[in-house]
DNA sequence: TCTGGGGTCCTAGGACCC
DNA sequence: TCTGGGGTCCTAGGACCC
């Protein structure tokens, strides 16, 4: 039998500004995605309990924080810390478990089936890890377990906060079928509400549909979700994990049709991602831009280059011709992004033809 | 209330080749 | 005159997650 774990940080980033910011803490305060005083454009990132409690939320916009409840810590995001922080939990973390993969800043999966003889012993072993990332750390996490990664993280949603919580493998089904479908893991908001038109409301009515049926209403995806409404689950915890592309994107601080603006931010994003691709090592062959014009509708142009590439200058050249060929003229843009992807590892020559 | 930024995976049509 | 099938690459878009 496997046994999976997945560990999940509390409320993270504000816990990360808790260590260093000590008068916050168990006060509203929020991470958010803008450093203006008023939020400018910018979202909840975080919020602590303290803040949830009056209503906010991750990924509501700031501006509608304000009016919520003033009277919070607002503090604008420290990616670098983060990481910092996140390298030091991922540390710890890597100790405890057979196989790792991390699947975000703030969250991993651990295969812990040699480390833990049974769920017993695996609890055990659970609150021990928590227990030192909170004396080593002083964060708090929040960690499922149970037999695959699907329902590890279906269990740790239900440790939060701070705790640790095992459903084991006989348990499962039960555990899952009372929960609405928005909660299955992968499926979001338009899925849900699709299920819900067929008439399948819990993750139990969804376990108990004819599979058949599934799949002529959603295709091959109907197939996975009745394996994962029925807690059911075979992919690996994935140790080696290659990156498959590189981005930045910029919300411009008003809605712009200025070309000059546009061509600056292309140049600034290329430069950043340029410098991620060196210090990766990688080659790039297909270069994106993402448009967002002001009533949030995206269109997405990309180009593959004949080559596999390592010039970073190549990126802002690409971005902007794409965008001259395909951004209309006196079109305002709210948002401009620019991707790089198809990567692969290079090791020595300055530009390689057909390296695979 | 008015909506960030960084990713992954999947689908689908058309081009092109054998 | 009307007619294959398979494989791969390219491009665009959408859903989802944190």
Not at 12 to 35: N, T, Y
Not at 123 to 129: A, F, G, P
Request: charge should be positive.
């Amino acid at each position: 039998m496997r046994l999976i774990a997945l560990v999940d940080m509390d409320y993270f980033f504000v816990a990360c500004e808790e260590l260093r910011h000590p008068e916050i803490r168990g006060k509203p305060a929020v991470v958010g995605s803008d450093q203006k005083p008023e939020g400018g454009r910018g979202v909840v990132m975080t919020a602590s309990y303290a803040a949830r409690k009056f209503g906010l939320r991750s990924g509501m916009p700031l501006s509608m924080a304000y009016r919520i409840k003033k009277d919070t810590a607002y503090i604008p995001q420290d990616f670098e810390y983060y990481e910092e922080m996140s390298a030091k939990v991922m540390a710890i973390v890597k100790t405890h478990a057979d196989k790792f993969e991390q699947v975000s800043i703030d969250e991993a999966f651990i295969d812990i089936s040699k480390k833990a003889k049974d769920y017993d012993d695996a609890l055990k072993l659970m609150k021990q890890l928590k227990k030192e990332i909170r004396e080593k750390l002083g964060l708090p996490c929040s960690i499922g377990v149970s037999v695959n990664k699907l329902m590890a993280k279906m269990a740790s949603e239900g440790a939060k906060p701070d705790g640790v919580k095992v459903v084991r493998e006989d348990e499962a089904k039960e555990f899952l079928s009372k929960k609405p479908v928005g909660d299955l893991y992968g499926v979001g908001r338009k899925t849900s509400q699709m299920l819900e038109q067929f008439g399948y409301r819990t993750i139990g009515d969804l376990a108990k549909a004819n599979p058949v049926v599934l799949v002529e209403r959603f295709k091959s995806y109907g197939a996975e979700l009745h394996n994962a409404a029925n807690g059911v689950d075979e992919s690996e915890v994935q140790e080696n994990w290659e990156v498959k592309s590189i981005s930045r994107e910029r919300t411009f601080e008003r809605d712009t049709s200025e070309r000059n603006e546009m061509v600056e931010a292309i140049g600034a994003m290329s430069k950043e991602v340029g410098e991620e691709l060196k210090n990766g090592g990688f080659a790039f062959k297909v270069v994106t831009i993402k448009l967002r014009y002001p009533d949030f509708s995206e269109t997405m142009r990309s180009r593959s280059l004949s080559h596999r590439s390592v010039d970073t200058e190549e990126i802002a050249q690409v971005a902007v011709q794409l965008l001259d060929k395909y951004a209309e003229r006196e079109e305002k843009l709210r948002k401009i992004g620019v991707r790089v992807s198809n990567l692969a590892k290079y090791k020595g020559q300055k530009r390689m033809l057909e390296y695979a």
